[in-house]
T-cell receptor, first 123, second 114 residues
Framework: NAGVTQTPKFQVLKTGQSMTLQCAQD?????MYWYRQDPGMGLRLIYYSASEGTTDKGEVPNGYNVSRLNKREFSLRLESAAPSQTSVYFC??????????????????????FGPGTRLTVL | AQSVTQPDIHITVSEGASLELRCNYSYGATPYLFWYVQSPGQGLQLLLK??????LVQGIKGFEAEFKRSQSSFNLRKPSVHWSDAAEYFCAVGDAWGGFKTIFGAGTRLFVKA
């Protein structure tokens, strides 16, 4: 059980280049999230997917697109990278608060599990 | 709209001293409240959470937090800090509806001096 995995761990881009950050979880969670973390600003939600087949904007979606490929995978794409997108990106997944019958799932209700992060620099 | 405020950007305490990290939230209903810890270069790990019931919740690593509805606060405490507690701490408020979004505070960085 690897939890939440992210690739790559580090990436340097030039302004205008595109790239996709990959995220996968093996915990059978319905909800997945992409955050960016900047000094003094905590984590800000970029996009989220409440369930397979749905995606919605978070606080800071401009310049990003997402794809919920299947229940396990949720990718974040930068079509034309800008220096303002230099940040650390975290993917997370979450157990939904309802519809789970296993006691350990109820205990974990609403907890988000985070990946190790991708450090992106845009020059 | 939901919001979370952590008034202290950084705090320094001596090893063995007590710790209290402050968190204030704004939320229209009974909130789901969390404290996460992030060690350097790592992702976030859940320390504890409050949904309902007893307003004093116990977490991992000897941490506890108290929910005070009248003050809209959820402060994190530890009676005796260890050097390994040096990290960044995030308070968060979440909902159980829609996309189950969670809003994070800006974080408080804890420094521990010998």
């Amino acid at each position: 059980n690897a939890g939440v995995t992210q690739t790559p761990k580090f990436q340097v881009l030039k302004t205008g280049q595109s790239m996709t950050l990959q995220c996968a979880q093996d915990m059978n969670h319905n909800s997945m999230y992409w955050y960016r973390q900047d000094p003094g600003m905590g984590l800000r939600l970029i996009y989220y997917s409440a369930s397979e087949g749905t995606t919605d904007k978070g606080e800071v979606p401009n310049g990003y697109n997402v794809s919920r490929l299947n229940k396990r995978e949720f990718s974040l794409r930068l079509e034309s990278a800008a220096p303002s997108q230099t940040s650390v990106y975290f993917c997370a997944s979450r157990v939904p608060p309802s519809g789970t019958s296993r006691p350990e799932s109820r205990n974990q209700r609403d907890e988000q599990f985070f990946g190790p992060g991708t450090r992106l620099t845009v020059l | 709209a939901q919001s979370v405020t952590q008034p202290d950007i950084h705090i320094t305490v001596s090893e063995g001293a007590s710790l209290e990290l402050r968190c204030n939230y704004s939320y229209g209903a009974t909130p789901y409240l969390f404290w996460y810890v992030q060690s350097p270069g790592q992702g976030l790990q859940l320390l504890l959470k409050y949904f309902s019931g007893d307003t004093l919740v116990q977490g991992i690593k000897g941490f506890e937090a108290e929910f005070k509805r009248s003050q809209s606060s959820f402060n994190l405490r530890k009676p005796s800090v260890h050097w390994s507690d040096a990290a960044e701490y995030f308070c968060a408020v979440g909902d159980a509806w829609g996309g189950f979004k969670t809003i994070f505070g800006a974080g408080t960085r804890l420094f521990v001096k010998a």
